[in-house]
């Protein structure tokens, strides 16, 4: 048998076919390791924004918790994201004009954005090489990170 658990007001547990969904008690480990105090709504937002491969908006993030959650302000998961990229669990990216994304993965890589459908991928670190980076003139390099625009091959539009 399990080991009996502390009672929890909130709702039961949810049955989450979402492949990006750890367990809660991950989520909050890896939270307190980072130094973020795991409520149950930063639980719910960490629960899709660190498990996602989407490089999602805070609205788009927003949307998602909801779903769940549908007392979550939105005011709340702006300041948890913004609470989590201070703390090193998330990156924000700009990778196009006016379009703010999180990204879960903060170890150095390159993105590949579709120009038809806007969705934003990873591409490994190891997979692009720029060249003579640091020849650059006067300018001491601390990060950078490629943004390779295009169509993504075989999701052809009928
Ligand atoms: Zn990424």
Do not use: C
């Amino acid at each position: 048998m399990a080991a009996p658990r502390k009672s929890n007001r909130s709702a039961a547990p949810a049955r989450d076919a979402s492949a990006a969904t750890a367990a809660p008690r991950a989520i909050a480990e890896q939270l307190e390791r980072h130094g973020v105090r795991p409520s149950a709504q930063r639980v719910a937002i960490a629960s899709y924004v660190l498990g996602t491969e989407d490089h999602p908006s805070a609205d788009q993030v927003w949307a998602r918790v909801k779903e769940r959650f549908p007392m979550v302000s939105r005011a709340t998961v702006y300041n948890t994201l913004r609470h989590f990229t201070e703390k090193g669990l998330l990156r924000e990216l700009v990778l196009a004009e006016g379009r703010q994304v999180f990204d879960p993965v903060v170890e150095p890589h390159h993105h590949f954005v579709d120009d038809e459908t806007g969705a934003i991928r990873d591409i490994p670190w190891n997979a692009l090489k720029v060249a003579k980076i640091d020849e650059l003139e006067g300018l001491d390099v601390r990060e950078y990170m490629v943004v390779v625009r295009g169509v993504a091959r075989g999701a052809r539009k009928g």
